[in-house]
T-cell receptor, first 112, second 117 residues
Framework: ETGVTQTPRHLVMGMTNKKSLKCEQH?????MYWYKQSAKKPLELMFV???????ENNSVPSRFSPECPNSSHLFLHLHTLQPEDSALYLC???????????FGPGTRLTVL | AQKITQTQPGMFVQEKEAVTLDCTYD???????LFWYKQPSSGEMIFLIY??????QNATEGRYSLNFQKARKSANLVISASQLGDSAMYFC??????????????FGKGITLSVRP
């Protein structure tokens, strides 16, 4: 596979469920990102990782827990979410934190 | 003040014609980068074109060109010879470097482009 992949592409979960979103990049990049895209809002940066270390947490609630085991993989663990967390979650990667970011196809999350 | 402003609510263009999507930005930095991304209904953000603040020439990538007017702080995207597959949301984004090795990419609200056959 090439580029940035995300699984699952669609996810429906209840407020008490625990689920995880997965992102994998095949570009040899060192930085990875989670973004949230809600309807009628600009894209919001959630987390930044560089060489597996978290370098930014943009005041994200603790019910979102990121994990970056290596430079190619990024996870977003979800628990006790709220309906307002329903959104498109996009993963991106770049060679370094100031380089062009390339995005995955996103996971469309619905919280019931 | 908004960092990135995209005010056009929705744009329509006839197939094979050119279209300009507007973007203005606000920054006090001297060094910054401007990007355009395309987002089809499938959701993926596709990188189109990049312009550095120190680049003297306007960036071009195939049918895409960026009309960069630094003094006016505008970075409009021009799509020539529109195709039906160009129908999508288009986002302007700006990268500001806030530490030696970190930066933040700020996105505008996006513009919907519809290409008519």
């Amino acid at each position: 596979e090439t580029g940035v992949t995300q699984t699952p592409r669609h996810l429906v979960m209840g407020m008490t469920n625990k689920k995880s979103l997965k992102c994998e990049q095949h570009l040899g990049h060192n930085a990875m990102y989670w973004y949230k895209q809600s309807a009628k809002k600009p894209l919001e940066l959630m987390f930044v990782y560089n060489f597996k270390e978290q370098t930014e947490n943009n005041s994200v609630p603790s019910r979102f827990s990121p994990e970056c085991p290596n430079s190619s993989h990024l996870f977003l663990h979800l628990h006790t979410l709220q309906p307002e967390d329903s959104a498109l979650y996009l993963c991106a990667s770049s060679h370094n934190p100031i380089d062009t970011q390339y995005f995955g196809p996103g996971t469309r999350l619905t919280v019931l | 003040a908004q960092k990135i402003t995209q005010t056009q609510p929705g744009m329509f263009v006839q197939e094979k014609e050119a279209v300009t999507l507007d973007c203005t930005y606000d920054t006090s930095d001297q060094s910054y980068g401007l990007f355009w991304y395309k987002q089809p209904s499938s959701g993926e953000m596709i990188f189109l074109i990049y312009q550095g603040s120190y680049d003297e020439q306007n960036a071009t990538e195939g049918r895409y060109s960026l009309n960069f007017q630094k003094a006016r702080k505008s970075a409009n995207l021009v799509i020539s010879a529109s195709q039906l597959g160009d129908s999508a949301m288009y986002f302007c984004a700006m990268r500001e470097v806030y530490t030696g090795a970190n930066s933040k990419l700020t996105f505008g609200k996006g513009i919907t482009l519809s290409v008519r056959p």
